[in-house]
């Protein structure tokens, strides 16, 4: 995820389902090439594809989205206290120099 054109494919997925060639478009690169991104986001779970005769489309799997969701939750109030007892010490630190 920490892919630019991956998070950019999962903004783009976020308005809805789309073709290859139109998720590719504003990537300058080989369609081999993105189709690398592709599979990697579909191998984490986070998109599903399905292919209608030579056309193959993305969407995003929404349950294993929400999975990520509450992890991040989780991290953030972990980090957010981690984060408040630095600038806990910082202060106490900056008033003993005092």
Known sequence: MANPTRRAVLRRLSQGPAAVTELARPFKM???????????????????SSKSGRVRTYAIAPRRLRSAELWLEKQRGHWEKRLNQLDNYLMEMKDNDR
């Open 30 to 48: 080989a369609l081999p090439s993105f189709s690398q991104h592709l599979e990697v986001l579909e191998n984490s779970g986070l998109v599903k």
